[in-house]
């Protein structure tokens, strides 16, 4: 299977530049399985998301924790959606903010992936 392009929609590539560096290391080593069209082990569904295809990987590091979401649901490329820092010390459950965003960002790449698609 061809290597799938990887498209940062937003500013989720600027947000995952300031994460620590062991933390880019393990989500950019996620996307690139995700690219060959596997799954990394850190991998899991985005929990408030039905169907499949929207994942997120997270990572603790010095009693942080980092997210990051992308999708594998359109044909043309893997979409990272958003990458965070959460902040709140209630619960495990994505905060209400931070979906929206991920759900505007599925929409931006549903269209890149219509437009790149109708190039072909």
């Not at 530049?17 to 690219?35: N, Y």
């Not at 069209?37 to 997270?58: F, M, Q, T, W």
């Not at 990272?80 to 965003?101: C, D, V, W, Y």
Request: charged share 30%; glycine share 10%.
């Amino acid at each position: 299977m061809p290597l799938k392009k990887l498209i940062w929609v937003g500013t989720c590539l600027a947000d995952l530049k300031v994460f620590p560096e062991e933390v880019k290391d393990e989500i950019g080593f996620a996307l690139h399985e995700a690219q060959m069209g596997g799954k990394s082990r850190k991998a899991k569904p985005l929990k408030g998301y039905k169907g499949g295809g929207i994942l997120e990987i997270v990572d603790s590091h010095d009693g942080n924790t980092y997210r990051a979401v992308y999708t594998v649901r359109f044909i043309e490329a893997v979409y990272a959606l958003h990458a965070f820092q959460k902040k709140s010390k209630r619960g495990i459950a994505t905060p209400k903010n931070e979906l929206e965003m991920i759900k505007r960002r599925l929409k931006v790449a549903e269209q890149i992936d219509k437009d790149l698609g109708e190039k072909t």
